[in-house]
């Protein structure tokens, strides 16, 4: 038996994601962690979070693996926190978050990697119509956080790369040169 403590995934993304997105998006990442016996944290709102803990416990990883992190003001619901607490998982209360931003900082730094995606902004522009708006998620925050990059400067098409933001502009140019005959 090994003595190495199992990674931990940070599970993230849209609050409103369709089950055709889970599947190709998410499922096949949790299988791989499952069967290595990975930890995981979520959050413990609607879409991605509360899919991720329905599949996982569906699919068999141990409840004592799962933490739902909530903010202060999430905590502060024992509705809420017993609606996880009834399904043994652990909650953990993040007590100095007063934002979902600030707790999810929290579960970067408690987490090994991320299982995360977010929408391009095309993707957006497509989903929300005129409701679309030039913003940078908090899932793409979790990305950025975790290359080093605080910045919550919009980046139209832009991506993160190697943990520097770039535009997506300059990756194509990259690419461009990559393939160029000579």
Known sequence: ?????????????????????????????????????????????????ALALQYLLEKGAEPKRISVYMARFEFASSTWRTSFTSLGVNVVEVEDAVTTRERDAAMTRDSDYDILRYRTEEEARAAYGAGWWP????????????????????????????????????????????????
């Open 1 to 49: 038996m090994s003595d190495l403590k199992p990674l931990t995934a940070f599970i993230s993304g849209p609050l409103d994601p369709t089950p055709a997105y889970f599947a190709i998006h998410y499922a096949p990442k949790l299988d791989t962690a499952i069967a290595a016996g990975h930890n995981f944290i979520i959050g413990p709102v609607r879409g991605v979070d």
């Open 135 to 182: 913003r940078v998620s908090n899932t793409e925050m979790n990305e950025r956080r975790r290359a080093g990059d605080e910045s919550q400067e919009y980046r139209p098409s832009g991506e993160v790369e190697g943990g520097k933001a770039v535009k997506q502009e300059e990756t194509k140019s990259k690419v461009r040169k990559l393939f160029r005959r000579k």
